[in-house]
T-cell receptor
Framework: DAGVIQSPRHEVTEMGQEVTLRCKPI?????LFWYRQTMMRGLELLIY????????DSGMPEDRFSAKMPNASFSTLKIQPSEPRDSAVYFC????????????FGEGSRLTVL | SQKIEQNSEALNIQEGKTATLTCNYT??????LQWYRQDPGRGPVFLLL?????KEKRKERLKVTFDTTLKQSLFHITASQPADSATYLC?????????????FGTGTLLAVQP
């Protein structure tokens, strides 16, 4: 398997623009997680899905953030409108239910909002 | 909610020495605790998992201990090499193993000098 695939790897946008980050989890994994990483706050869990259903979105900072998982092989994280404080690296990770929770991370999407 | 503390200061050691990193948590004991390695510009990679009923786990030059009384895990790298230089993240389950949800510490940067 190719692992968790994220796109784009880098995104530079202007404040107020819509940003869409994409993730393809490992085939057969039941859980999908979106994390955000900054120097100040480390890795923060934004939202996670189990079998395509959002389970816990308490980490989503504001209504400007939304995430979807229309099928088992694709998820999006959208920020609309974006703000400079959203600048961070966004990671997608997946894991298999019943395992010990080992997460497989993508390489991340580095977002810069000017 | 659970809080994880890792030493935010970088750890500098000489090649060949043993590196010891600390992870402390504040609330209930997790069902398991994990350690990840993260290289610059990459996603975290799983290294080791230790369950609450295990005192110690080893994998090649890596050793993890788990003390639920102290609410602490120690991560050791013996015979350290410059290639071990990276940020090491501690993570634990947030729901006593009921879900695969993990929360992470901010990580400790390890620098092994040749």
């Amino acid at each position: 398997d190719a692992g968790v695939i994220q796109s784009p790897r880098h995104e530079v946008t202007e404040m107020g623009q819509e940003v869409t980050l994409r993730c393809k989890p490992i085939s057969g994994h039941d859980y999908l997680f979106w994390y955000r990483q900054t120097m100040m706050r480390g890795l923060e869990l934004l939202i996670y899905f189990n079998n395509n259903v959002p389970i816990d979105d308490s980490g989503m900072p504001e209504d400007r953030f939304s995430a979807k998982m229309p099928n088992a092989s694709f998820s999006t994280l959208k920020i609309q409108p974006s703000e400079p404080r959203d600048s961070a690296v966004y990671f997608c990770a997946s894991s298999r239910q019943g395992d010990t929770g080992e997460l497989f991370f993508g390489e991340g999407s580095r977002l810069t909002v000017l | 909610s659970q809080k994880i503390e890792q030493n935010s200061e970088a750890l500098n050691i000489q090649e060949g020495k043993t590196a010891t990193l600390t992870c402390n948590y504040t609330n209930y004991s997790p069902a398991y605790l994990q350690w990840y390695r993260q290289d610059p510009g990459r996603g975290p990679v799983f290294l080791l998992l230790i369950r609450e009923n295990e005192k110690e786990k080893r994998k090649e030059r890596l050793k993890v201990t788990f003390d639920t009384t102290l609410k602490q895990s120690l991560f050791h790298i013996t015979a350290s090499q410059p290639a071990d230089s990276a940020t090491y993240l501690c993570a634990l389950d947030d729901n006593r193993g009921a879900t695969n949800k993990l929360i992470f510490g901010t990580g400790t940067l390890l620098a092994v000098q040749p």
